[in-house]
Protein backbone atom coordinates (compact mmCIF):
# COMPACT_ATOMS: atom_id res chain seq x y z
CA UNK A 1 0.00 0.00 0.00
CA UNK A 2 1.50 3.28 -0.96
CA UNK A 3 0.29 7.12 -0.87
CA UNK A 4 0.09 9.48 -3.59
CA UNK A 5 4.18 9.98 -3.73
CA UNK A 6 4.55 6.10 -4.21
CA UNK A 7 5.67 5.69 -0.43
CA UNK A 8 4.12 3.48 2.83
CA UNK A 9 2.14 6.23 4.63
CA UNK A 10 2.45 6.55 8.63
CA UNK A 11 -0.17 5.26 10.36
CA UNK A 12 -0.75 9.10 11.53
CA UNK A 13 1.48 12.48 11.31
CA UNK A 14 1.49 14.98 13.81
CA UNK A 15 4.07 18.38 13.72
CA UNK A 16 6.20 17.96 16.30
CA UNK A 17 8.19 20.90 17.18
CA UNK A 18 12.19 20.54 17.84
CA UNK A 19 14.86 23.15 19.39
CA UNK A 20 18.42 22.67 19.20
CA UNK A 21 19.78 23.53 22.39
CA UNK A 22 23.28 25.76 22.25
CA UNK A 23 25.37 26.21 25.24
CA UNK A 24 27.55 29.42 25.81
CA UNK A 25 30.90 28.62 27.10
CA UNK A 26 34.23 31.07 26.94
CA UNK A 27 37.31 29.81 25.79
CA UNK A 28 40.07 29.49 28.25
CA UNK A 29 42.66 28.00 25.85
CA UNK A 30 42.70 26.68 22.06
CA UNK A 31 44.55 24.21 20.19
CA UNK A 32 44.22 23.73 16.77
CA UNK A 33 40.83 22.14 16.10
CA UNK A 34 39.92 21.78 19.91
CA UNK A 35 39.15 24.20 22.74
CA UNK A 36 38.92 23.82 26.21
CA UNK A 37 35.52 25.98 27.23
CA UNK A 38 34.66 26.77 30.81
CA UNK A 39 30.50 26.12 31.14
CA UNK A 40 29.36 27.64 34.75
CA UNK A 41 33.13 26.33 35.93
CA UNK A 42 33.16 22.88 34.38
CA UNK A 43 35.34 22.66 31.78
CA UNK A 44 35.39 20.10 28.71
CA UNK A 45 37.22 19.94 25.38
CA UNK A 46 35.06 20.64 22.19
CA UNK A 47 35.52 20.75 18.50
CA UNK A 48 36.32 24.41 17.17
CA UNK A 49 36.98 22.52 13.35
CA UNK A 50 33.69 24.79 11.83
CA UNK A 51 34.82 28.03 13.26
CA UNK A 52 37.69 30.71 12.80
CA UNK A 53 39.83 33.01 14.74
CA UNK A 54 39.21 31.44 17.81
CA UNK A 55 40.76 32.79 21.15
CA UNK A 56 41.13 32.52 24.35
CA UNK A 57 38.35 35.22 26.41
CA UNK A 58 36.08 34.38 23.25
CA UNK A 59 32.54 32.79 23.86
CA UNK A 60 31.11 29.89 21.86
CA UNK A 61 27.65 28.15 21.63
CA UNK A 62 28.39 25.05 21.68
CA UNK A 63 25.83 21.68 20.82
CA UNK A 64 26.82 17.99 20.69
CA UNK A 65 30.62 18.72 21.94
CA UNK A 66 30.82 21.04 18.85
CA UNK A 67 30.83 24.80 18.41
CA UNK A 68 28.84 25.95 16.07
CA UNK A 69 29.14 30.28 16.59
CA UNK A 70 30.87 32.86 17.91
CA UNK A 71 28.59 35.12 20.18
CA UNK A 72 29.41 38.38 22.53
CA UNK A 73 30.03 38.58 26.40
CA UNK A 74 26.00 39.91 26.51
CA UNK A 75 24.64 37.61 23.79
CA UNK A 76 26.50 34.67 26.48
CA UNK A 77 25.00 36.21 29.29
CA UNK A 78 21.79 36.59 27.71
CA UNK A 79 21.20 32.85 27.03
CA UNK A 80 22.17 32.27 30.32
CA UNK A 81 20.09 34.42 32.42
CA UNK A 82 16.68 32.15 30.15
CA UNK A 83 18.28 28.92 31.26
CA UNK A 84 18.14 30.08 34.88
CA UNK A 85 14.34 31.23 34.22
CA UNK A 86 13.50 27.87 32.79
CA UNK A 87 15.23 25.86 35.35
CA UNK A 88 13.23 28.30 38.00
Not at 5 to 14: F, H
Not at 32 to 60: C, N, Q
Request: charged fraction near 25%.
Amino acid sequence: MSGANGRVPLPYTRKVEKMCVAVPGKVISVDKDVALLDFWGVRKEVSTALLTDIKPGDYLLVHAGCAIQKVSMDEAEEILKLFEEING
